[in-house]
């Protein structure tokens, strides 16, 4: 069996360890490695979904934080500057607070239409283990095959 640090260091980025070492002797039948394959990807799916989720909660409070503040800060802004533009300009200080909500609608929709969802994909090393999983699992029919 593979230590948790084999499949820790797959994880970040390192291609997972076999289950078995050469020093061990080959499972006896297909069953035995197939458990022992899925067991393998069953550990990697686990520790990279611990990963990602304390990142996630991680950036998760960050980003609260960093909007709470940005709030904060904008509402001093905003009130400060309504009531500058009121006194610079002799308007009534409700309708320049009413002309930059609407710069401030017409702001968020556009910056709603520019945003993009993140490209990046979650668990790569599990997701290519996979992918040579099934490499392996087609190459092996083909070969089955050919013995029959």
């Known amino acids: 069996?593979?230590?948790?640090?084999?499949?820790?260091?797959?994880?970040?980025g390192e291609a997972a360890k076999?289950?078995?070492?050469?020093?061990?002797?080959?499972?006896?039948n297909w069953r035995e490695a197939l458990m022992s394959l899925i067991a393998t990807r069953l550990a990697?799916?686990?520790?990279?979904?611990k990963d990602v989720s304390k990142e996630a909660v991680r950036r998760g409070a960050s980003f609260a934080a960093a909007i709470g503040c940005t709030v904060f800060?904008?509402?001093?802004?905003?009130?400060?500057?309504?009531?500058?533009?009121?006194?610079?300009t002799d308007l009534p200080w409700d309708q320049v607070a009413v002309?930059?909500?609407?710069?401030?609608?017409?702001?968020?929709?556009?910056?709603a239409r520019l945003a993009k969802p993140s490209a990046a994909t979650a668990f790569p090393?599990?997701?290519?283990?996979?992918?040579?999983?099934?490499?392996?699992?087609?190459?092996?029919?083909?070969?089955?095959?050919?013995n029959d």
């Open 1 to 12: 069996m593979s230590s948790s640090s084999d499949i820790a260091s797959a994880s970040h």
């Open 18 to 28: 076999p289950e078995w070492q050469p020093q061990d002797p080959p499972p006896a």
């Open 44 to 49: 990697l799916v686990e520790l990279e979904a």
């Open 73 to 88: 800060a904008w509402a001093l802004l905003l009130a400060g500057g309504v009531s500058m533009i009121a006194k610079s």
């Open 99 to 111: 002309a930059i909500g609407i710069l401030h609608i017409l702001g968020g929709i556009l910056l």
């Open 125 to 146: 090393v599990t997701r290519a283990e996979f992918q040579k999983d099934r490499a392996w699992i087609e190459n092996f029919q083909k070969t089955k095959k050919s």
